[in-house]
């Protein structure tokens, strides 16, 4: 089956570096896009950046643009983002999310667990 | 950027009723939205994409419609394990907005 998983979350200092990986298994991996989708305790949920099938092409929520780095390593079946100059404001439990093709586009259909990243001093 | 807005923010409703949320995008999106369900705790799942194309799995009592700027989720009889907060998502281009979310809960 579809798995997911997601590590690397904990607490960093603002103006810090953290990444986070995304290890998933039961569907080939290079075949599909992968998203990072971030939710702020209590608040909704919001989308960060999507990456292709082969790394070829990368796009970036602006709040998160220059700071956040999207990356998958196709040969370990691994999705990574990379964050930067961490602000407090980007404390949120961070999920990864297969992106799904069908004739009715191109969507997030399978999420993994999320892991919580806490920017605080 | 395109800008996607649910109505209502939170709903109150009893079991068996016929419960209706709305999404509305500040510009056209052809079909290119998508629901999702996140009980408390719990990872979003997918509900409908295409908007109106019921994933897999999906009990058929949830529906979607609309095209363009104005989109609808429909439960046809709310029942308790419906508590949640729904998203909508447009997935046309980047960036992949959600909604705000709305968050059921049962009268």
């Known amino acids: 089956q579809v798995q997911l998983v997601v590590s690397g979350g904990g607490v960093v200092q603002p103006g810090r570096s953290l990444s986070l990986s995304c290890a998933v298994s039961?569907?080939?991996?290079?075949?599909?896009?992968m998203h990072w989708v971030r939710q702020a305790p209590g608040k909704g949920l919001e989308w960060v950046a999507l990456?292709?099938?082969?790394?070829?092409?990368?796009d970036y929520a602006d709040y998160v643009k220059g700071r956040f780095t999207i990356s998958r390593d196709n040969s370990k079946d691994t999705l990574y983002l990379q964050m930067n100059s961490l602000r407090a404001e980007d404390t949120a439990v961070y999920y990864c999310?297969?992106?799904?093709?069908?004739?009715?586009?191109?969507?997030?259909?399978?999420w993994g667990q999320g892991t919580l990243v806490t920017v605080s001093s | 950027d395109i800008q996607m807005t649910q109505s209502p923010s939170s709903l109150s409703a009893s079991v068996g009723d016929r419960v209706t949320i709305a999404c509305r995008a500040s510009?056209?999106?052809?079909?290119?939205l998508a629901w999702y369900q996140q009980k408390p705790g719990k990872v979003p799942e997918l509900l409908i994409y295409?908007?109106?194309t019921l994933q897999s799995g999906v009990p058929s009592r949830f529906s979607g419609s609309g095209s363009g700027t104005h989109f609808t989720l429909t439960i046809s009889s709310l029942q308790p394990e419906d508590v949640a907060t729904y998203y909508c998502?447009?997935?046309?281009?980047?960036?992949?907005?959600f909604g705000q979310g709305t968050k059921l809960e049962i009268k």
């Open positions: 999310a297969r992106r799904y093709c069908s004739g009715g586009g191109c969507y997030p259909d399978y």
């Open positions: 039961g569907f080939t991996f290079s075949s599909y896009g």
């Open positions: 990456i292709s099938y082969d790394g070829g092409s990368e």
């Open positions: 510009q056209g999106i052809s079909n290119y």
């Open positions: 295409g908007a109106s």
């Open positions: 998502q447009k997935y046309d281009s980047a960036p992949h907005t």
